[in-house]
């Protein structure tokens, strides 16, 4: 079974940057590809970003295109968000999951780390 494990959520200014890492447990996490997702308060969770298991496709959602970059390294079993240009509409939690590329079916969540913006 594999485990989850995000961090480097934080406050940070608007225009500001962050980097948020997905650790995994497990070597068969190689196998899975990962996304990227948020939930800010009284909103649904959304898909911000995925990545197949061997980084041959991305996807993001048109609110970051062009400011977040998803990349894994397979070697360290994690997957990484690079948050740039970040406004206060970017404040949520962000969680990491297993997923099936192509039909979004989620295999395992991470348990999550917060990031707030400020104005």
């Known amino acids: 079974q594999v485990q989850l494990v995000e961090s480097g959520g934080g406050l940070v200014q608007t225009g500001g940057s962050l980097r948020l890492s997905c650790a995994a447990s497990?070597?068969?996490?190689?196998?899975?590809?990962t996304g990227w997702y948020r939930q800010a308060p009284g909103k649904q969770r959304e898909l911000v970003a995925a990545?197949?298991?061997?980084?041959?496709?991305?996807k993001y959602a048109d609110s970051v295109k062009g400011r977040f970059t998803i990349s894994r390294d397979n070697a360290k079993n994690t997957v990484y968000l690079q948050m740039n240009s970040l406004n206060p509409e970017d404040t949520a939690v962000y969680y990491c999951?297993?997923?099936?590329?192509?039909?979004?079916?989620?295999?395992?969540w991470g348990q999550g780390t917060q990031v707030t913006v400020s104005s």
């Open positions: 990545i197949s298991s061997r980084s041959f496709r991305m």
């Open positions: 999951a297993a997923i099936d590329y192509g039909s979004g079916s989620i295999f395992v």
């Open positions: 497990g070597s068969i996490f190689s196998i899975y590809a």
